[in-house]
């Protein structure tokens, strides 16, 4: 008789624990912007029906349906609000969840800038967002959740990033995070509609993950002034685990004593027996992600692309200046000096990846046409020409460059996802 009560109690108990209100969106203490989206549903103990719903806003009705869920967007002031969901069963049993909520105008949350929310969009599809803190507390990290799985997290105050999707409707949020635990998102919806046109002619080449091929070549004194630069210890190493964004990124380290020493690295792609591949080429895209856990300790990044065909040498140079002009640099092949574009190149994000896309272009009439820069989805057209030189040489490659500072600080970066294409 005691085994058949307990059975019974325990029954109850198992049927009463799964019964309530659940809050899913917004999250208990999250800062959100108005309109606020909420979700939940209302789950009745067994036997019982949910048969409505109320949402109070700070004790007021401002929502109701008869049904044991609720989806909707709600207009709210900027400040701290309580958001209370009850439901009732057809017996008037009373089931509700509340959570707290701190409402911030849309400029100190979250900023899309693609897709379009509600917009329809091709696979694979790109999302660029970037959030700012309501707070004194910096954005700490950004994630992407699709259908409500995260697909996507940076650990920074901006996102880029490319994903594939099926065909349908699917429930987007961004989130991000200050540093004092705050909690922004930003819920929306798109429809993927096909596949999305590839940016490239179909007969670019793509050169993928270059940042975890063999035959990488590197020197010090060659990337100082006049090529005679001082010497500088460095090394590569291939197939990071961590931090990496593929799985396995490249960390280029340097270090010594003397003050502004440089290393650089290239990558021959093209050689002098492949002039039937050089020679159609004119259109070039340099693509890669970088980290870095301390930029402040680097004098600049420079990242190149070289084409020898014909006996001319396009030396396509750009580098982001940001400690002794926060400029973008380009190089001036006849003169052999950089030159300011006066485009502002920020100071990288510490323990994020930094998108960077660089567009050159031979012209027919075999000039050097700086067509473009972006750095973590903010693109400057510049469209600047400039003579080539001579060489004897043919072949394509690719250069990274990391210079040293005032101090010589020892420093790494990591690089992932590093490409070219080419047509």
Not at 161 to 183: E, F, M, R, V, Y
Request: net charge neutral.
């Amino acid at each position: 008789m005691c085994k058949v009560l307990l059975s019974i109690f325990l029954s109850l108990a198992t049927a009463s624990s799964f019964a309530g209100v659940t809050i899913t969106s917004p999250a208990n203490g999250a800062t959100v912007t108005s309109s606020v989206h909420v979700t939940a549903s209302a789950t009745a103990d067994t036997g019982k029906i949910i048969s409505s719903a109320i949402i109070y806003l700070d004790n007021v009705n401002v929502f109701s349906i008869f049904s044991n869920k609720v989806d909707t967007n709600l207009p709210v002031s900027t400040g701290s609000h309580t958001i209370l969901v009850k439901s009732w069963d057809n017996s008037g049993k009373i089931y509700q969840q509340a959570v707290t909520v701190n409402v911030v105008n849309s400029t100190s949350a979250i900023t899309l800038s693609a897709p379009l929310a509600g917009s329809s969009v091709g696979s694979p599809a790109r999302f660029l967002a970037s959030a700012k803190s309501a707070t004194s507390f910096p954005i700490a990290s950004m994630a992407l959740y699709v259908d409500n799985v995260k697909v996507f997290a940076a650990f920074s105050g901006s996102m880029d990033t490319t994903q594939p999707l099926t065909a349908g409707t699917h429930a987007i949020i961004i989130k991000s995070w200050d540093n004092s635990g705050a909690i922004y998102q930003l819920p929306f919806t798109v429809n993927v509609s096909g596949t999305a046109a590839t940016p490239y002619p179909s007969n670019a080449i793509v050169n993928a993950n270059l940042d975890q091929v063999s035959g990488w070549e590197s020197c010090d004194a060659c990337a100082g002034a006049g090529g005679a630069g001082p010497t500088a210890p460095r090394s590569l190493t291939q197939g990071v685990a961590s931090p990496s964004m593929d799985g396995a990124s490249a960390r280029f380290s340097m270090g010594g004593t003397t003050p502004y020493s440089d290393v650089l690295w290239w990558k021959k792609l093209l050689t002098s027996t492949q002039i039937t591949q050089n020679r159609p080429l004119h259109s070039f895209v340099y693509d890669l992600y970088f980290y870095m856990d301390n930029p402040t300790v680097a004098q600049s990044l420079e990242w190149d692309v070289n084409q020898f065909v014909d006996g001319k040498s396009f030396i396509f140079g750009s580098q982001c200046s940001y400690r002794s002009r926060s400029t973008w640099d380009i190089w001036d092949n006849v003169n052999s000096h950089w030159i300011s574009t006066g485009v502002v190149c920020p100071i990288p994000q510490a323990f994020a990846w930094n998108h960077i896309v660089l567009e050159f272009e031979r012209t027919s009439d075999n000039r050097l046409h700086y067509i473009s820069m972006t750095m973590n989805g903010v693109k400057h057209y510049l469209n600047w020409y400039y003579a080539p030189t001579a060489t004897t040489w043919s072949g394509v490659t690719i250069n990274y460059q990391m210079d040293g500072d005032y101090r010589q600080d020892n420093y790494s970066t990591w690089v992932d996802k590093m490409s070219l294409i080419y047509w």
